[in-house]
């Protein structure tokens, strides 16, 4: 089992960048794919970026393609996710999210995913 904890969120100005962190407690960071999500006032959960459990491969989301970056430091037990160019449409609450490793890194559902964190707020004013 591993417990998430997010941090790093805030408000920014459009065009803006911000590195969230997932900080993993527990065993076996390494055995997780792990993926981030976020939640817009009155939308459902999306899928933004996934990696897998080495950091060698990654996956995204065409919104965010170009502008966000996913990647991981297993030895500190941290995945991350650098959003640049933030627009006003990226104001949302971000989730980090895991899954063992046995399953596909590209997962984009909420359901494929086991553990989660709370979320840290990322607003972006225009």
């Known amino acids: 089992q591993v417990q998430l904890v997010e941090s790093g969120g805030g408000l920014v100005q459009a065009g803006g960048s911000l590195r969230l962190s997932c900080a993993a407690s527990g065993r076996g960071f390494s055995s997780y794919n792990m993926g981030w999500f976020r939640q817009a006032p009155g939308k459902e959960r999306e899928f933004v970026a996934a990696?897998?459990?080495?950091?060698?491969?990654?996956y995204y989301a065409d919104s965010v393609k170009g502008r966000f970056t996913i990647f991981r430091d297993n030895a500190k037990n941290t995945v991350y996710l650098q959003v640049n160019s933030l627009k006003p449409e990226d104001t949302a609450v971000y989730y980090c999210?895991?899954?063992?490793?046995?399953?596909?890194?590209?997962?984009?559902?909420?359901?494929?995913?086991?553990?989660w964190g709370q979320g840290t707020q990322v607003t972006v004013s225009s």
């Open positions: 990696i897998n459990w080495s950091g060698r491969d990654t």
């Open positions: 999210a895991a899954r063992y490793r046995t399953g596909s890194y590209s997962a984009t559902t909420e359901t494929e995913y086991a553990y």
